[in-house]
């Protein structure tokens, strides 16, 4: 097992896999006394606790982190419907879902080339110093705009986006909370007056339509159509970026994946799903214990935290047959990258299409080619316990 390494350190450890595949085979499922809380890393445990129905995704005495407490952060987060169980997450999920369901596969292509092209021209010119730029930018414009907000807005959207995702995290600074809790209140106020244009005028874009779906659902309230809008945003930016960067980062690794790809460029569905499997950029998620009782055959006390190592599960050979292989074609490939049960990731082919548009457009500048020797020299990750998502270049918000 690799020195020093744990569940959360791991994320953005340089290659975490071996350590994720002892935790398989030798720790499937187990408490870290030193973490204080329960892991589970096989593709059996990470099932089991995903679909019991003790486990929530918030600690019931704490339904948003204290640090957020009395702040338009708060606001937002207790208002989202993945950080809601019961009566408060099922009406607001489907419309959720059927909102996202509403966008074609084409408008939503056509959305992701265009601003891949955008966003090209403006950060990627001789050099890929600026990649990381465009790699995070890349998913807010395409969903900002697939909701209906103006071009003129979405570069100011997208650096609210980065310093409210920011606080969120558990170990986020004073200053990043700070600075996160004022991006909030710009977030609610820009978003309630994209929602107050989109229901008297047309065309509406996606946040009207997830009004519509919350009435149908019997859920009008505009504060959480509101909430769930920016969420949309906000589950978008990491893990999207993530994806990007992952699959960069395996390109670089592989000379022969990139002549595949030159070659056969509708390869690139395929490596993305592998990468989503072998690399995720989410790579771990939490569970709380609502009430004491037997998880995953284990009896646990209420209020015990589970960390579920989705990664692991997804190298789990009983999962996915010889895991350490990146194959692109393999089949019957099963991912945990999205979760499983009633909170599943409704994003899931939103995505994948935006990262291929991404990809594509970079194949098509001057820069593809020395972007390899940029990613040999070292990556560093950004600081997360949960999302893998590599810094490719200086990112112009980040210290």
Same mark, same amino acid.
């Given at each position: 097992?690799?020195?020093?390494?744990?569940?959360?350190?791991?994320?953005?450890? =340089?290659?975490?896999?071996?350590?994720?595949?002892?935790?398989?085979?030798?720790?499937?499922?187990?408490?870290?006394?030193?973490?204080?809380?329960?892991?589970?890393?096989?593709?059996?445990?990470?099932?089991?606790? !995903?679909?019991?129905?003790?486990?929530?995704?918030?600690?019931?005495?704490?339904?948003?982190?204290?640090?957020?407490?009395?702040?338009?952060?708060?606001?937002?987060?207790?208002?989202?419907?993945?950080?809601?169980?019961?009566?408060?997450?099922?009406?607001?999920? =489907?419309?959720?879902?059927?909102?996202?369901?509403?966008?074609?596969?084409?408008?939503?292509?056509?959305?992701?080339?265009?601003?891949?092209?955008?966003?090209?021209?403006?950060?990627?010119?001789?050099?890929?110093?600026?990649?990381?730029? !465009?790699?995070?930018?890349?998913?807010?414009?395409?969903?900002?705009?697939?909701?209906?907000?103006?071009?003129?807005?979405?570069?100011?959207?997208?650096?609210?986006?980065?310093?409210?995702?920011?606080?969120?995290?558990?170990?986020?600074?004073?200053?990043?909370?700070?600075?996160?809790?004022?991006?909030?209140?710009?977030?609610?106020?820009?978003?309630?007056?994209?929602?107050?244009?989109?229901?008297?005028?047309?065309?509406?874009?996606?946040?009207?339509?997830?009004?519509?779906?919350?009435?149908?659902?019997?859920?009008?309230?505009?504060?959480?159509?509101?909430?769930?809008?920016?969420?949309?945003?906000?589950?978008?930016?990491?893990?999207?970026?993530?994806?990007?960067?992952?699959?960069?980062?395996?390109?670089?690794?592989?000379?022969?994946?990139?002549?595949?790809?030159?070659?056969?460029?509708?390869?690139?569905?395929?490596?993305?799903?592998?990468?989503?499997?072998?690399?995720?950029?989410?790579?771990?998620?939490?569970? !709380?214990?609502?009430?004491?009782?037997?998880?995953?055959?284990? =009896?646990?006390?209420?209020?015990?935290?589970?960390?579920?190592?989705?990664?692991?599960?997804?190298?789990?050979?009983?999962?996915?047959?010889?895991?350490?292989?990146?194959?692109?074609?393999?089949?019957?490939?099963?991912?945990?990258? !999205?979760?499983?049960?009633?909170?599943?990731?409704?994003?899931?082919?939103?995505?994948?299409?935006?990262?291929?548009?991404?990809?594509?457009?970079?194949?098509?500048?001057?820069?593809?080619?020395?972007?390899?020797?940029?990613?040999?020299?070292?990556?560093?990750?950004?600081?997360?316990?949960?999302?893998?998502?590599?810094?490719?270049?200086?990112?112009?918000?980040?210290?």
């Amino acid at each position: 097992m690799q020195q020093q390494l744990d569940p959360l350190t791991a994320v953005t450890h =340089h290659n975490p896999y071996p350590y994720y595949a002892e935790l398989v085979a030798k720790k499937p499922l187990y408490y870290d006394e030193a973490l204080g809380l329960w892991v589970a890393s096989n593709a059996e445990m990470v099932t089991a606790v !995903f679909t019991n129905p003790l486990c929530r995704v918030r600690p019931i005495a704490e339904p948003i982190p204290e640090a957020l407490l009395g702040s338009p952060a708060a606001l937002i987060f207790r208002q989202l419907v993945r950080m809601n169980d019961g009566t408060d997450h099922c009406p607001f999920k =489907h419309a959720v879902s059927a909102t996202l369901a509403s966008v074609s596969a084409i408008h939503a292509i056509k959305q992701s080339n265009w601003w891949s092209g955008v966003l090209a021209t403006r950060y990627l010119g001789d050099t890929p110093d600026q990649l990381a730029d !465009f790699v995070f930018d890349l998913p807010v414009y395409v969903v900002g705009s697939l909701l209906g907000i103006s071009p003129n807005l979405l570069p100011q959207i997208t650096l609210w986006i980065g310093d409210f995702v920011r606080c969120l995290a558990p170990a986020s600074s004073a200053d990043e909370l700070e600075r996160g809790k004022q991006a909030a209140a710009q977030l609610r106020d820009a978003f309630r007056s994209l929602l107050q244009a989109q229901q008297t005028q047309l065309p509406a874009g996606l946040l009207a339509t997830l009004a519509q779906e919350a009435t149908r659902m019997e859920r009008p309230d505009p504060d959480s159509v509101i909430a769930n809008g920016i969420g949309l945003l906000s589950q978008a930016y990491e893990a999207t970026a993530g994806l990007i960067g992952n699959t960069l980062l395996i390109l670089a690794a592989r000379d022969e994946l990139r002549q595949t790809l030159s070659a056969h460029p509708d390869a690139l569905n395929n490596i993305i799903q592998e990468v989503l499997r072998y690399d995720p950029p989410i790579q771990n998620t939490r569970r !709380f214990v609502a009430q004491a009782g037997f998880v995953a055959g284990q =009896h646990m006390a209420a209020g015990a935290t589970i960390l579920l190592v989705l990664a692991a599960a997804n190298r789990d050979s009983r999962a996915n047959p010889a895991p350490a292989a990146f194959d692109p074609w393999r089949k019957d490939r099963r991912l945990f990258t !999205f979760g499983l049960g009633a909170h599943a990731c409704p994003g899931e082919a939103l995505a994948p299409l935006i990262a291929r548009a991404g990809i594509k457009r970079l194949m098509t500048t001057d820069i593809w080619p020395h972007i390899w020797p940029h990613l040999r020299s070292g990556v560093r990750y950004r600081t997360s316990a949960n999302a893998r998502v590599p810094l490719i270049g200086q990112r112009r918000d980040t210290p």
